[in-house]
């Protein structure tokens, strides 16, 4: 468990966050990260796993397994479990006592080259835990509703956010978002209080039933 006074730290930044402010960055939180072998690893076995998890994203990505390939740099591998990565269950228990409920780890996010599109402004249906394990990135934040790729044209971030190895963001529900990718970087996303709207469920049964029609049986559990 981390130290008690940065315990109050994480608190306050989550308490200011549900009370207007857009996003908090607490540095080096969690300094035992991940390395870049673990990522590897990872990643190869989610590759060589038979397919059991869909993430959620535009139709634009291409599914491998677990693997989503955005460009020839980045990959999103779904599935970082605590036996994979056995240095998320310190940031799991901190945030699940914090929060006063569950988050779960969703997404790691590696680029072993850097220079990644950049991933347009948006918003996430959730309160969003990112930790950076490798690399530098830096978290634009936009004021505003209803933030998509559709409307973003001219729109100016309201923060520059920039994190390093160890540091974690945590970000509002609904906060308008992009992440510029300098350099090589590797991160974990956790999920908290996904929206109940049905949304992703619904992503969810099309996805099965496209790869239904492939003869691929999917047994997806968002929550898994």
Request: hydrophobic fraction near 35%.
């Amino acid at each position: 468990m981390i130290e008690f006074d940065r315990l109050e730290e994480v608190r306050t930044g989550i308490e200011k966050v549900r009370n207007g402010d857009l996003a908090v960055v607490f540095k080096n939180l969690f300094p035992e990260v991940p390395s870049w072998d673990d990522f590897i690893r990872h990643a190869q076995h989610e590759i060589d796993t038979p397919p059991g998890h869909i993430p959620a994203q535009p139709y634009e990505e291409r599914f491998i397994n677990g693997v989503l390939l955005r460009n020839l740099f980045y990959l999103m591998v779904s599935n970082p479990s605590d036996k994979a990565f056995p240095q998320t269950k310190i940031v799991r228990e901190v945030f699940n006592e914090l929060l006063e409920d569950e988050i779960w780890p969703v997404s790691a996010f590696v680029n072993f080259l850097g220079g990644e599109k950049p991933i347009a402004p948006h918003c996430d249906y959730r309160e969003t835990v990112y930790w950076q394990c490798q690399g530098d990135v830096t978290w634009k934040i936009y004021k505003g509703e209803n933030i998509d790729q559709e409307n973003t044209y001219g729109l100016k971030p309201e923060m520059e956010l920039k994190l390093e190895p160890g540091d974690v963001i945590f970000v509002g529900f609904l906060v308008g978002h992009s992440v510029v990718t300098p350099g090589p970087r590797a991160a974990i996303g956790f999920q908290h209080k996904q929206d109940d709207m049905g949304r992703f469920d619904e992503s969810d049964r099309v996805r099965k039933e496209d790869y239904k029609k492939l003869g691929i049986d999917v047994d997806y559990n968002r929550n898994s």
